[in-house]
């Protein structure tokens, strides 16, 4: 057994007593900081800190609570500190728990989730008050907080390794992303004779989206991309709208994305972004997505993918660039070059495009795959974390156990 299963299976048989978090805690509302001078001091919002002030408004350890906006973006702070109106910080009571343990705890019940208004997200002192916090042996304080602080001791640990984890394994993505781009430049770089350049409309079709109404979409029912859900490699599906066909007299079906698919955002902040639809599911383009049709025996469709990733930058100056770029089809199709190599000869031209599709196509899943590269090694560290992190702060409930 380890210390800390030592430590309650001695002085915690029964589990542990939940406390109010009003009863252990005071919370205080955050101040107006543009009187403040410049200083040493952090000034925190609930985005974080924002500035350094000459005053602090409370130098003791303390946890902080988004009352605004990101709920779920708590913080730890054992400096002195200021807050402003959109955060609270506590005031807490160290004869019955340790700050650091009260922390960890908190970022385990889900405040993100605990939306209180409507519009922008906000939190409120008298729903904070009462969430139970798990005392452990709380007639024996000295041995409680002996506890607590073994606890946050293993998650301290937990938490640096994890980060450095995170840290190599990110810089490591970094690097691999330069290699990919790299190579696909060396590779879709060719001597004058080596191809001959074509227009994007000379070797592919494009297809349009649909005008889905946004106040036609519902929970359930036919997914629809927007330009939203490109994310400049894949197309991310976690934040998706649906529409039943019933409500449209247009043939929606012509509209339809299949499994391997290359889509292009074709305004906003995506303008220009690739993804390649990865899905079993059947989507639907919406307005301002396109999706590129490759012409049989002439384009290779994984070979026009990273051609495409290579041509964003100059895309998105297609697009006039600036604060709304708009990227019309007719333009992208004419004034867009792509290497053919062997034109000629469409069975070695389609070959050669593979091959080094192939070849691109490994790096590729080693730098962005969700499910086999680093990105999923990164996702993993941090379940890992989280896993560890409930266990340690996992108690039987004596109600429970005395049922």
């Known amino acids: 057994m ?46 974080g800190i924002m500035r350094y002030a000459d005053t602090y408004a409370y130098n003791k350890p303390s946890v902080l609570l988004p009352r605004k906006g990101s709920l779920g973006n708590l913080f730890f702070v054992d400096v002195p500190f200021w807050t402003v109106d959109t955060i609270f910080y506590t005031e807490i009571n160290e004869a019955q728990v340790c700050p650091k343990y009260l922390y960890y705890f908190l970022t385990t019940v889900g405040l993100g989730e605990m939306n209180q208004a409507g519009g922008v997200p906000s939190q409120t002192q008298s729903v904070l ?10 007639d024996n304080p000295k041995k409680s907080l002996e506890i607590q602080a073994e606890i946050a001791r293993i998650l301290d640990a937990f938490t640096e390794l994890t980060a450095e984890l995170t840290a190599e394994l990110t810089a490591e993505l970094t690097a691999r992303k330069k290699q ?120 290779n469709n994984r070979y026009l993918y990273h051609f495409l990733l290579s041509k964003t930058d100059a895309i998105y100056v297609l697009a006039g660039g600036g604060a709304q770029p708009n990227l019309s089809s007719k333009a992208l199709m004419e004034k867009i070059l792509i290497p053919i190599p062997y034109a000629n000869d469409s069975t070695k031209s389609t070959a050669e495009q593979k091959r080094i599709a192939n070849i691109l196509d490994k790096l590729d899943t080693l730098t962005n795959s969700i499910t086999e590269g680093l990105p999923r090694e990164i996702e993993l560290r941090q379940k890992q974390y989280e896993y560890y992190r409930g266990l340690l ?5 004596p109600e429970v156990a005395k049922a």
């Open 180 to 299: 990919y781009n790299y190579y696909r430049d060396q590779l879709l770089s060719f001597e004058e004779g080596e191809v001959e350049w074509k227009t994007l409309g000379d070797v592919c079709d494009f297809k349009n989206g649909f005008a889905f109404k946004s106040n036609l979409f519902k929970d359930t029912g036919l997914p629809i991309v927007r330009i939203t859900n490109i994310n400049g490699s894949g197309v991310d599906m976690a934040d998706v709208k649906y529409f039943d066909p019933s409500d449209y007299k247009e043939n929606t079906q012509s509209y339809a994305i299949d499994s391997g698919d290359i889509l292009i955002a074709m305004s906003g902040a995506t303008t220009g972004k690739i993804g390649c639809f990865n899905s079993n599911i059947t989507a639907y383009l919406n307005q301002r997505v396109g999706k590129f049709i490759p012409k049989s025996n002439a384009l």
């Open 2 to 47: 380890s210390r800390i299963d030592d430590l309650i299976a001695e002085h915690c048989p029964d589990g542990v007593e939940f406390k109010r978090l009003g009863d252990i805690v005071r919370i205080k509302n955050g101040k107006d900081h543009k009187s403040l001078g410049d200083g040493e001091f952090p000034v925190y919002s609930s985005g």
């Open 129 to 138: 008050n009462e969430l139970k916090i798990p005392i452990p042996c709380p």
């Open 393 to 397: 702060l996992s108690f039987p409930n």
